[in-house]
């Protein structure tokens, strides 16, 4: 029962096939340690397109728990979920960018959404009936994939 | 003295240049106070256009040093973390011979010498491309 209590602080959802880990407070290292525990439990145990995880509930990222953040998301790409870390905000990017952070190369996005076209290509994507698609509407149109530049959009740009 | 003091009250605005590629184009001596402002507005845009690629112009930038170098690094790095890749342009000959002599490691970072092809790099990574038509249109 002890490791429940501390893993009910960040509620994993399963939707569109991916893990979405939303953090929505500064985790100390011990929180940190058993989040990251249940992330890959579930990577373990479910079959996932792959894990998001949304930091833009947190104004504050230090280099430790940046640097924990960073290592889960590439924990759960060794075990086959393809990571990308989400909602850094500016002030988040721009401290850990002063302590010299190191991403690697873990996929990031500002949005939700753009987490899902990172590790589900739209054009791949069917919506099955059971996925539940909570808190997503809205996210805006401009979020279904490509859009070719229309002939009489670019011209006016042309003359500069 | 009073020239650096102007340069430094010049403001850089980010334009939204298309849909997904925002473009600063940066004018005047880079120091470690101007990056920090360079830094915090391009953050902020980045966050409020979700945008995937930021150009930034480099042309007006005087003289580019070491630690020249490295402030533009660390800006590219900071979008980067935010899921927006900077491209840099406006590397002139100059600008490339004195990079390479002083051993700057770039090769992360997606470069050209001018605005155009930055552009159309840009452009790619967001999924678009340009056609011509047989007439333009002119009003």
């Known amino acids: ?160 | 003295m009073a020239r650096a003091t102007r340069e430094a009250k010049l403001p850089t605005p980010v334009s939204i240049l298309w849909e997904g590629i925002l473009l600063l184009v940066v004018v005047g001596v880079v120091d470690s106070k101007r990056t920090q402002e360079i830094m915090e507005t391009m953050l902020e845009k980045v966050s409020e256009t979700q945008s995937k690629t930021i150009i930034m112009d480099i042309l007006g930038v005087p003289a580019v040093d070491t630690a020249v170098a490295n402030h533009l690094i660390k800006i590219t790095k900071a979008t980067k973390l935010m899921g927006c890749e900077c491209i840099i342009s406006g590397i002139s000959p100059v600008v490339a011979q004195a990079l390479v002599n002083l051993g700057v490691e770039l090769s992360d970072i997606t470069t050209h010498s001018n605005l155009r092809d930055a552009l159309q790099y840009a452009f790619e990574v967001n999924g678009f491309e340009v056609r011509g038509r047989k007439e333009a249109t002119r009003k």
């Open chain 1, 1 to 160: 029962m002890e490791g429940e209590a501390a893993s009910s602080k960040a509620a994993l959802y399963v939707t569109r096939g991916c893990l979405i880990v939303p953090i929505q407070v500064e985790l100390d290292d011990e929180l940190m340690l058993q989040l990251q525990k249940d992330i890959l439990e579930r990577v373990n145990k479910t079959e996932l397109k792959g894990v998001i995880i949304d930091v833009s509930g947190v104004a504050v990222i230090d280099s430790s728990l940046g640097q924990a953040i960073f290592d889960t998301a590439r924990m759960a790409s060794l075990m086959g979920a393809k990571t990308v870390v989400t909602g850094l905000t500016p002030g988040v990017a721009a401290s850990l960018t002063d302590l010299d952070f190191d991403p690697g190369d873990v996929p990031t996005a500002t949005s939700l959404e753009e987490g899902f076209r990172i590790l589900v290509p739209a054009a791949t994507h069917e919506v099955k009936p059971e996925e539940v698609e909570e808190g997503l509407e809205d996210q805006g149109d401009e979020a279904t994939g490509d859009r070719k530049v229309e002939p009489g959009e670019y011209d006016d740009q042309a003359d500069q």
